[in-house]
């Protein structure tokens, strides 16, 4: 493939031969060592012949009697002859889409979505600030993310999220006020129990008696804190009890992974850009960040009948690839890491494995299966309401 193309390349010139015994010339060339490419013939005086441009001067000093004309190139001179030939329209061509980048890429106007006058000019400042203002230039997704991160962070009190939508030249910023409630709910009187079979790890109350020890092993819907309050003996009142308990919890994971793994996908990120596409390459205009892979989406702007060459526009989407040959040590491995990562991603914060154990393993012809057993330390915190009573004593 490499070699076609440095063909194709090379500078040829096709010539226009005319007189008599017109083989015998044909005969001196080779004799010359001068490669033919193609050759037609007009008549049995006359031909048409290709050859590299760099046999043209030899060629000149065997022609004697002989007329040689130029009727047409190929290879990298033909290209070169046409930009020359339209230099001029490639230069506007270049500073039309130069401009139309500038336009497209430049923020004319940003709208905050709100009737709170106020929360608006605050958020409108804090985005000048972060260098969202009109007359800029956009910023990329990663940017815009972390922006919105530091404004949600300097007012977690009055925000619930934010999104900034790029659309044409304009920003437009939505956002949901943080609701706040003074109102105090009543907790009925209850118990803590816990929501699974576990190993307590951890008791951490802020309210009622404490009935089970650290280590000891309850069952699914044990009083782990009771909301009874107890004096000598007996219960004088009720409590909702409150406070959170960890415990020790087990899972098994079955896993299959393959030997040879392959897997390309959009990471989401996406960006829209605008190109020069000459003959099989693409010139991409003020892409500062490229992607390493990539999915494209094309759309000719513009394009010149007499040249091989295009205005594109193109939407960009990351793609992120994963190509692996794994031994059977690395497979284990990364089918362990997959495991934790599948039960990691539903646990909260606080919460952790703390142990695994692979209880058997299935070597197949092409990949191998794994069950794990995992030990989970996880909040296993439920409530059990306390029905009323009318007499506390009985």
């Known amino acids: 493939m490499k070699n076609y193309i440095l063909y194709l390349l090379k500078s040829k010139i096709i010539l226009n031969i005319k007189g008599n015994n017109i083989e015998k010339f044909i005969k001196r060339l080779k004799n010359n060592k001068i490669e033919i490419l193609n050759i037609s013939y007009v008549n049995k005086n006359e031909i048409n012949i290709k050859i590299y441009k760099k046999d043209y001067d030899s060629i000149l000093k065997l022609k004697t009697i002989y007329e040689i004309n130029t009727i047409d190139y190929n290879g990298l001179i033909k290209i070169k002859n046409k930009i020359l030939n339209n230099k001029?329209?490639?230069?506007?061509?270049?500073?039309?889409?130069?401009?139309?980048?500038?336009?497209?890429?430049?923020?004319?106007?940003?709208?905050?979505?709100?009737?709170?006058?106020?929360?608006?000019?605050?958020?409108?400042?804090?985005?000048?600030?972060?260098?969202?203002?009109?007359?800029?230039?956009?910023?990329?997704?990663?940017?815009?993310?972390?922006?919105?991160?530091?404004?949600?962070?300097?007012?977690?009190?009055?925000?619930?999220?934010?999104?900034?939508?790029?659309?044409?030249?304009?920003?437009?910023?939505?956002?949901?006020?943080?609701?706040?409630?003074?109102?105090?709910?009543?907790?009925?009187?209850?118990?803590?129990?816990?929501?699974?079979?576990?190993?307590?790890?951890?008791?951490?109350?802020?309210?009622?008696?404490?009935?089970?020890?650290?280590?000891?092993?309850?069952?699914?819907?044990?009083?782990?804190?009771?909301?009874?309050?107890?004096?000598?003996?007996?219960?004088?009142?009720?409590?909702?009890?409150?406070?959170?308990?960890?415990?020790?919890?087990?899972?098994?994971?079955?896993?299959?992974?393959?030997?040879?793994?392959?897997?390309?996908?959009?990471?989401?990120?996406?960006?829209e850009i605008y190109a020069i596409n000459l003959l099989n390459k693409s010139i991409e205009l003020f892409n500062l960040k490229k992607y390493k892979t990539k999915n494209i989406e094309e759309k000719i702007i513009l394009k010149n009948n007499l040249l091989p060459i295009k205005l594109v526009k193109q939407i960009q989407k990351e793609t992120k690839v994963i190509n692996q040959e794994l031994n059977e040590d690395e497979l284990i491995e990364k089918e362990v890491e997959l495991s934790k990562e599948k039960i990691e991603s539903k646990l909260k914060a606080g919460e952790y494995i703390s142990d695994y154990k692979i209880l058997n393993k299935i070597k197949n012809d092409d990949s191998i299966t794994l069950n794990i057993f995992f030990s989970v330390v996880e909040d296993v915190t439920d409530y059990l309401e306390i029905d009323e009573y009318i007499d506390m004593n009985e």
């Open 88 to 271: 001029f329209m490639i230069i506007l061509i270049v500073i039309s889409f130069s401009i139309l980048y500038l336009i497209t890429n430049t923020i004319f106007s940003i709208d905050v979505i709100t009737n709170d006058s106020k929360m608006k000019q605050i958020l409108k400042e804090e985005l000048e600030e972060l260098g969202i203002k009109k007359y800029k230039f956009k910023k990329d997704y990663n940017t815009l993310q972390n922006i919105k991160s530091e404004i949600l962070t300097k007012y977690r009190d009055k925000l619930d999220w934010i999104e900034i939508e790029s659309i044409g030249t304009k920003y437009i910023v939505r956002y949901e006020p943080r609701i706040e409630s003074d109102e105090k709910i009543n907790t009925p009187s209850r118990h803590i129990v816990a929501k699974k079979d576990c190993v307590i790890k951890s008791i951490d109350v802020s309210s009622g008696q404490i009935v089970k020890n650290i280590n000891s092993y309850v069952k699914k819907g044990d009083i782990i804190v009771s909301g009874y309050v107890d004096l000598n003996g007996n219960i004088k009142d009720t409590v909702s009890a409150n406070g959170t308990i960890l415990g020790e919890t087990w899972y098994k994971v079955t896993i299959t992974y393959p030997y040879k793994y392959y897997e390309s996908y959009e990471t989401g990120n996406k960006k």
